[in-house]
T-cell receptor, first 113, second 118 residues
Framework: GQNIDQPTEMTATEGAIVQINCTYQ??????LFWYQQHAGEAPTFLSY????GLEEKGRFSSFLSRSKGYSYLLLKELQMKDSASYLC??????????????FGTGTRLLVSP | GAVVSQHPSRVICKSGTSVKIECRSL??????MFWYRQFPKQSLMLMAT?????????EQGVEKDKFLINHASLTLSTLTVTSAHPEDSSFYIC??????????????FGEGSWLTVV
């Protein structure tokens, strides 16, 4: 089976740093994505990790440990507009011929003044 | 950049009727498209993988006779919700990998379709 777990909700204040964790157990693994999603809209790509370590992109960083089945998304200098849902997703390559993207449970982040 | 168009963006249908949602890749070809369903305050749940020229692969617990998927060409996949019921009301969204895979992190999402069954 597939389990990709995230905390349901998190709150933080403007200017702060927040870390959103994601643990996964999937049949196959060929990369982990982080997306931001506002209600009623398509997800927006934030980051991609396929090797262990930290990927930094501006205010956003993402970390991956394949041996632990663990990733986190780090958001720095939080802004009000960062209030959204954050989804981690694993590219499962167990089935030959195609790969599928399976999403975690999602984390709703509320940034307050 | 690559665009995936989904239509309609919003649809209201009567209980017991069927509704079709289209997903088109506008400037690339996709042998594989994915259909997701999302209920309010929940994450995206993968329903099925749509393969051009062959039968769709459904995730466990998704009724293939209720959610009909057709991938007739390299740029079009359709999802038909048959005999819709109010509990089928949800946000449906498609995504596509470009033919050849593109870059390793390339996947494009449609804008999503809100279905309300009354």
């Amino acid at each position: 089976g597939q389990n990709i777990d995230q905390p349901t909700e998190m709150t933080a204040t403007e200017g702060a740093i927040v870390q959103i964790n994601c643990t996964y157990q999937t049949s196959g693994f060929n990369g982990l994505f982080w997306y931001q999603q506002h209600a009623g809209e398509a997800p927006t790509f934030l980051s991609y990790n396929v090797l262990d370590g930290l990927e930094e992109k501006g205010r956003f960083s993402s970390f991956l440990s394949r041996s632990k089945g663990y990733s986190y998304l780090l958001l720095k200098e939080l802004q009000m507009k960062d209030s959204a849902s954050y989804l981690c997703a694993v590219r499962d390559d167990k089935n030959t011929g195609f790969q599928k993207l399976v999403f975690g449970t999602g984390t709703r982040l509320l940034v307050s003044p | 950049g690559a665009v995936v168009s989904q239509h309609p963006s919003r649809v209201i249908c009567k209980s017991g009727t069927s509704v079709k949602i289209e997903c088109r890749s506008l400037d690339f070809q996709a042998t594989t498209m994915f259909w997701y369903r999302q209920f309010p305050k929940q994450s995206l749940m993968l329903m099925a993988t749509s393969n051009e020229g062959s039968k769709a692969t459904y995730e466990q617990g998704v009724e293939k006779d209720k959610f009909l998927i057709n991938h007739a060409s390299l740029t079009l996949s359709t999802l038909t919700v048959t005999s819709a019921h109010p509990e089928d009301s949800s946000f449906y969204i498609c995504s596509a990998w470009p033919l050849g895979g593109g870059t390793r992190n390339t996947i494009y999402f449609g804008e999503g379709s809100w279905l309300t069954v009354v």
